[in-house]
């Protein structure tokens, strides 16, 4: 059996040794020599006093002899060092006849003692702190009992820990801010967050002093708090000094009351709290009806607003305060005061009350009006015209604008810069904008063009600019040219194209209704027969016994009604599809700019750019001219209505043109709009299918139709990026007289 023994014991992820009763060690594990670099084999070469440190051998040596016991010693490693390992001593079952055995295991402890050791360090130098800190410092558990007081709080109340214990019921809080403050405590632990409470705690003299104690919780990985770490900070001197200010302001509005101006006073949160006498004079009113100084008609209806802006603005910033304002006096007249205020800030920078100057500038506001009025009548020209003049330095950005310049810019009186200029510009035209400037850097000459600008209120104005670069002797160039405000003439534009096509609209639902009513007029009556025949066949297939005989001719007249009904049908759609096509050679190009220059109104309203990429030397198709331009007519406006919505990118349509392999003329309508969803990709071409709020669903379709009359074909791809493409295909010339040819 003992190999079986020892086989066990070498399986042990610790170090075991067996001890005899005379205190020699018999057997020893694998784990042993691993650790002490000790062969079992050379036990006869090697000591305790090799492996365990000498203060720790006489432990061990009497804990060998004894048996049965648990001791910490420190054993050498291979390395040299020694670690901390727990030995425990057990006896071993032998026969009766033998001598008694002990078995005993060696764990390594060394970690958790360093952790131990470094948690007692950590704890002594967070006391030693603690006691450092230059105020008092109290720690609560979570049910209010106190875990820890500093030195400092011992002095200062005088009382022992166990004393510190009866917070909630002793003389350490004043009477009156006893309850309030175990009542706030209470509260801070039932939400688990910081507080602050001012209070009056007792001194080891009986002399209570004011604090400033606030509380903060300290919790465990899961949230749960587990302690408060109380910080007891003495405000007595600042209670006092305040106390003393309060005395020395009210000395303070004695002198203000003598002072020859209009003075105010008012506290940190904008309450008035005093004026001089010259004020209330002034107003001819009492100070509680100052206070209501926004609605009682002492403030013109025209300032309250900046009163209050700026007032407010002031409050919430700390920052003085500077205005005009008109005030009425106590016989009615407005007259113009300039209003300054100061903060007064104590020792520890809080603002404690705010002083306020109101100075008469009525006559000098009166000589500046007139100034104004003088300068007015000077740009009157620019401002009857609408049109302002600029200057640019192209090399140094440097401005020069006119009055009517700014005024058009809504810039007044602040300082334009590019960046400025930029940012009044609508943000779908700062890419044309930006191509124009490059222009004029790298080209120069004249520009004529248009751009919208945001108004401040949002709405849009529209600008024609013309500008010509000059370049000087000393090689810099300069852009010089106007602006003019051409809003309402294109406001004039653009109402009447939207009339226009209301009109056009109008006449579309006119023809509708029409074809609807000859319709209804010419199926109506088949469709009465079928209605009665079916009531005759019902009624006669209700009799005892049935008249099945009847019954079956009524069927038969029945679907002789039907068959009128859809040859009526067959006949209005042909009558109303029937349009000869003129074919003549015509250049598609032309054709299409033709379009883009017609539809130019309702581009420029929606905001939107089109291109052109035409294919050079294009060979002319053969086709109806009319009924091609209303397929592009139609596409084009499909596009600008998908890039309406866009506000993230410019709104852009590309129309561009190639010649594929088997002869036909490719036209392609691109946009960046929204794109269409591909559930609805596939019905996009059917009659009355629309995914437009007010449209017919009869545009593609007709497109269509026109399309492959001319033996081309229409198709649609979704943009790798944003939006989709409509093509269509029609044949060249020679394309279309080989298949006739071939026809023949």
């Not at 998908?642 to 506000?647: G, M, Y």
Request: some cysteine; glycine content about 6%; aromatic content about 8%.
């Amino acid at each position: 059996m003992e190999p079986d023994f020892g086989e066990i014991l070498n399986a042990i992820p610790s170090i075991v040794f067996t001890v005899g009763a005379d205190g020699r060690v018999d057997f020893v594990n694998g784990r042993w020599e691993e650790y002490t670099g000790l062969r079992w084999s050379a036990r006869d070469r090697w000591r305790w006093e090799e492996v365990v440190e000498p203060d720790d051998l006489p432990v061990l040596l009497r804990a060998s002899s004894e048996g049965s016991s648990r001791r910490e010693v420190r054993l050498r490693g291979s390395d040299g060092n020694f670690r901390w390992f727990v030995i425990d001593f057990r006896p071993l079952r032998t026969p009766a006849a033998s001598s008694p055995k002990w078995c005993a295991i060696a764990t390594d402890i060394q970690d958790q003692r360093t952790a131990a050791e470094a948690l007692f360090e950590s704890q002594t130098k967070l006391q030693l702190i603690v006691n450092s800190l230059p105020g008092l410092i109290i720690v609560l558990r979570s049910d209010g009992s106190v875990e820890t007081v500093n030195d400092q709080s011992l002095r200062f109340f005088g009382y022992d820990f166990a004393e510190h214990q009866r917070w909630q019921t002793n003389d350490i809080i004043h009477p009156d801010d006893r309850a309030r403050g175990v009542a706030k405590f209470a509260e801070a632990v039932a939400i688990g967050q910081s507080y602050e409470v001012i209070e009056r705690l007792r001194r080891y003299d009986g002399v209570y002093r004011w604090f400033q104690i606030r509380g903060n919780p300290v919790a465990e990985d899961d949230g749960t708090i587990v302690r408060w770490y109380f910080f007891l900070n003495d405000i007595d001197d600042r209670v006092r000094a305040e106390k003393a200010l309060a005395e020395s302001e009210r000395e303070f509005r004695h002198i203000v009351n003598m002072v020859p101006g209009m003075i105010i006073l008012s506290r940190p949160d904008g309450t008035l709290d005093g004026s001089n006498q010259q004020l209330l004079d002034y107003f001819g009113i009492t100070l509680n009806e100052v206070q209501d100084w926004a609605t009682n008609g002492i403030t013109h209806p025209d300032d309250v607003q900046i009163n209050i802006d700026t007032f407010i603005g002031s409050l919430k910033s700390g920052e003085p305060y500077d205005y005009e304002s008109r005030y009425r006096r106590h016989d009615g007249v407005f007259r113009w005061f300039q209003v300054r205020g100061q903060p007064l800030r104590d020792a520890e920078g809080s603002i404690v009350r705010w002083y306020g100057l109101l100075t008469d500038i009525d006559d000098r506001k009166n000589v500046e009006e007139e100034l104004k009025r003088s300068q007015a009548f000077l740009a009157a020209g620019q401002t009857v015209s609408s049109t302002g003049t600029f200057s640019w330095n192209v090399q140094t950005d440097e401005l020069r604008l006119s009055e009517e310049w700014l005024k058009i810019f809504e810039l007044e009186g602040e300082e334009v810069t590019l960046d400025r200029i930029r940012q009044r510009v609508h943000p779908d035209d700062l890419a044309f904008l930006a191509e124009k400037m490059s222009s004029v850097r790298e080209v120069g000459g004249t520009l004529d063009y248009e751009l919208r600008l945001v108004n401040r209120d949002g709405t849009i104005k529209h600008i024609r600019v013309i500008s010509q670069a000059i370049d000087h002797q000393d090689g810099h160039r300069e852009s010089l040219g106007a602006i003019q405000d051409v809003t309402q003439k294109r406001q004039i534009e653009e109402a009447t194209d939207q009339l226009r096509a209301e009109l056009a609209r109008l006449t579309g639902f006119l023809s509708l209704g029409q074809m609807s009513a000859a319709i209804a007029h010419e199926v109506n009556q088949p469709i009465s027969g079928i209605l009665t025949n079916a009531s005759t066949c019902l009624r006669m297939l209700s009799t005892d016994p049935p008249d099945v005989a009847t019954a079956l001719e009524t069927v038969r007249r029945t679907i002789r009604d039907a068959n009128r009904a859809t040859e009526v049908i067959t006949r209005l759609r042909a009558l109303f599809g029937n349009r000869a096509i003129s074919f003549k050679e015509l250049d598609l190009h032309d054709a299409v700019r033709e379009v883009t220059t017609l539809l130019a109104s309702e581009q420029r309203r929606s905001g939107v750019v089109i291109r052109t990429a035409f294919a050079p030397d294009l060979p002319l198709v053969n086709g109806d001219r009319v009924q091609l331009q209303q397929v592009v007519s139609n596409l084009i406006r499909n596009a600008i209505d998908a890039v309406k919505e866009v506000r993230d990118r410019l709104k852009m349509i590309e129309i561009s043109t190639r010649l594929d392999q088997e002869g036909f003329v490719i036209l392609a309508v691109a946009d960046n709009g929204v794109g269409i969803d591909t559930d609805f990709a596939s019905r996009i071409y059917e009659p009355f299918y629309t995914t437009k709020a007010d449209g017919m669903g009869i545009g593609l379709t007709i497109c269509r139709s026109i399309v492959e009359t001319h033996g081309g074909k229409l198709w649609m791809e979704a943009n790798t990026g944003p939006g989709v493409t409509v093509h269509f295909s029609v044949p060249t010339c020679a394309v279309k007289g080989e298949v006739s040819s071939a026809s023949k």
